[in-house]
């Protein structure tokens, strides 16, 4: 009866110490290195990739044709949502076995509105890769950088009184300042309507500014 006895308390404590050590191994209680238990990050496109929602705004200035001595270029504000795809970067410490991580935009797609004076409004669907990326410490230059095809309402200040017509967009050049989101950018529009054949003017205008992409910032 003393045996049987002894077993049975035996195997009750072995079982309810295997059931809390697994329901201790399988709940999240918000506390760090107390659990295996890892929340499914969705943000991965690939293992080496990850995408990520973005909100970008901006102080922005135009100029369109005809450029003369009378030329007044037209201020605004940019406001976009952006769908990037990042890398981690890798980055040695000089004098360390340490290596350092941050996040580095591949590609992109947006759709981005400016609103500016004189009644001038463009909006566009942008895609994002750099042609040819140069990337310092300071800052990071990024040549041909940005695609886009959209509407412009051109201001009604030059020959094509308040005319709305179909838009490409090349950005020339943008320059990402350190490690941060801010970006300051050059863009040139064309519109699709220009006939070269013809001796008129055509519709050509630039864009740029100072742009800054809101993110969830995955390093920290």
């Known amino acids: 009866m003393k045996s049987y006895m002894f ?10 110490t295997l059931q809390n ?15 295996v238990y890892h929340r ?29 001595d009378e030329f007044k270029p ?25 290596s350092k991580f941050h996040d580095e935009i591949k590609a992109g797609l947006g759709l981005h509105l400016s609103v500016l004076s004189h009644h001038e409004f463009l909006f566009t ?27 412009h309402k051109l201001p009604t200040t030059i020959i094509s009184t308040g005319a709305m017509k179909v838009n490409f967009s090349l950005e020339l050049f ?12 050059f863009t040139t529009n064309y519109a699709l309507s220009n006939n070269l ?4 003017p055509i519709d050509l205008g630039f864009v740029g500014g100072l742009r800054y992409y809101f993110y969830k910032n995955h390093n920290k």
Do not use: C
């Open 7 to 16: 077993k049975y308390v035996f195997i009750s404590i072995l079982y309810l």
């Open 197 to 200: 054949m013809v001796k008129e």
């Open 125 to 151: 669907a942008k895609y994002f890769t750099p042609l040819l990326p140069i990337r310092g410490k300071l800052m990071s230059w990024y040549i041909f950088s940005e695609y886009g095809l959209g509407l």
């Open 21 to 35: 050590s697994w329901s201790w191994a399988q709940t999240y209680d918000g506390m760090k290195g107390y659990s």
């Open 74 to 98: 037209n201020y605004g504000i940019h406001l976009g949502y952006n769908y990037l795809i990042f890398y981690k970067r890798k980055k040695k410490k000089l004098f360390s076995k340490k």
């Open 174 to 185: 943008r320059i990402r300042i350190g490690k941060t989101p801010l970006n300051l950018h």
């Open 40 to 68: 499914y990050d969705k943000s991965f496109v690939t293992p080496d990739l990850r995408g990520k929602h973005a909100v970008s705004f901006g102080m922005i200035m135009s100029g369109n044709s005809p450029f003369g």
